[in-house]
């Protein structure tokens, strides 16, 4: 990217480039920016079909280092449109304004301090504008994958409060802020896989009677009952997919692709259909787990001979499994949003991203959000990537980003198990962007992540990995939850815990100060006073039971304070019986 903008500079210089151009091309055209050797939000803009605009503005835009570098040009960067030569070293004040003119060398730099900016380029006035945002109080999703926390339970998993007091873990949650789960569907969870890499066989399954359809519908009606949004993932798999893997579903291994097509239909409406009917309709769908690579092929090493393999040539057959799925949701569920889920690493970013829905846009897929596991631990970055993401996610798909996954370890070890020692756990030290693993780390990273999410209008919330995967003893030996398990000879074996250094809760399941950063940016709903994201008449009950001396937990002062006053007593009782048989407040005056 960066010798082709030298390239348009080189010939621009030369004269071959006329920016004249900028105001005839009837292209799309695209703003190009970069602060030193950091993108900024890659290719953003606005897409034009017929004409020029008169004006270009990237929101949130981050200015990682001091000095940044702009450029317009056209989709094939035949014409391009940049700085004079001049403006080398000057520092901007917050506001200001500078000229741009033809292109004339390759020193397009203008000197600006490093932050976050909304930045307008007026093609009119040849002016582009630095601003720093007005910051917004923006309520976001909160939340985590719980998938495991039955399995969990039935280990013997109890948690605690931070002071110590045992509850049940998602009222801990939610008097924290959290208003949001994950749930994670698998097919038939306890049939084993296969694969080869490197010359060896490996097999696994995940735990029996665990992560399947029954055990997903009592979560859900566990999260429901505590008034959380409900996220739902079908893996359409036996077993856990990702990137790498994809394995089909044992009852599907034998079918033809047009058959796959009707699976994947069949099976996501009967399930959505399952939970209509217990009153917990999911609010968001997610189609597959991380995909970028596409989903059931298997492995990448030993790729299905029908599959949905993410491959130049196969995208027509990924977009049409993808589809399946997205119109059994549309059926079922018509309120709640389809996400298309993939990850981030150090060779997955917002390219591959590009590759990807550029495809599915070719190929007519249907969804609403996109969705992303981001952890700095594979990524080596901070959470201000999830900006230029998110920002290029929207300028040119029109969707907005929810982070699937995010996880950052509290300690480097897990707990020693029957090997002796300490075994590292994952995300052990978070990547090289921190290099620690503490508790306080911890709460800090959830505090830098809040900040960008709520500091971007395009970044709808988070779901955390996972916040409830304690580990479990035998004895005096730390194995007996495991992810899954792992075949050796004849013989199963634990494989491990591998994210129980990540957690909300401590090895005793006691609460960590991540969750003193969550709640920071909990937002009171006035009158919600228990807050179940409903105002009814346990939110009276909750005010009468504060007023006699026994406050409930989870009591929401600023929420129950509903005419403003500053004080909580029966005119707040009645405005709240107003709202529930009129569906409004009264006026405060």
Known sequence: MR????????????GIINANALASDAVDWYLYCYSEQYDINGDIGQFVETETPDVFIL??????????????????????????????????EIGSEVPLGPTTSASGWIGIEAGTYNITFNSVSNTIRFDKPTPETKDYLRGGDISMLNYIEDMGAKFYTASGTQKDPLDIMKENGVNFVRLRLYNNPGNEISYTADATTYTYKLPANYLNESDVLNLARRAKDKGMKIELTFHYSDFWTNG??????????????EQLKTAVYDYTYDFLQKMNAQGTTPDYVSIGNEIQAGLLFGHSNNIDEVNGYASNDNMANVAALLNQGSAAVRAACPKAKVIMHLTLSENINTETYKWFFDAMRSNNLDYDIVGT?????????????????ANTMYSRYGKETLIMEVGYSWTQYRPSGRYGGNYEGQLHLNGTSYNEATEAGQKSFMQELQTVIKNNSHILGYLYWDPVMVEQKVKNSWIKSTWAFKKSGTK??????MVGNTTWFDNEGKALPVFEAIKEDMQSIIGDVNGDGVVDMNDVNNIVQYLLGNTPDGFDEK????????????????????????GKFPNKE
């Open 492 to 497: 199963w074996y634990e494989d491990g815990n």
């Open 559 to 582: 929420a129950a304070d509903v005419n403003g006053d500053g004080e909580i007593g029966m005119p707040d009782i009645m405005f709240i019986v107003n709202y529930i048989l009129n």
């Open 244 to 257: 790498e893997t994809q394995f089909k579903p044992s009852a599907w291994k034998d079918l033809s692709f």
């Open 3 to 14: 010798l082709k903008l030298f390239f348009t500079f080189f010939l621009s210089f030369l």
């Open 59 to 92: 929101e949130n835009c981050l200015v990682e280092k001091s000095g940044i570098n702009f450029c317009i040009h056209n989709q094939s960067w035949s014409t391009s449109y940049g700085w004079s030569k001049g403006e080398e070293g000057v520092v901007k």
């Open 373 to 389: 596991s981001y952890y700095p631990y594979w990524t080596n970055q901070r959470p201000t990537m999830l900006t230029s993401l």
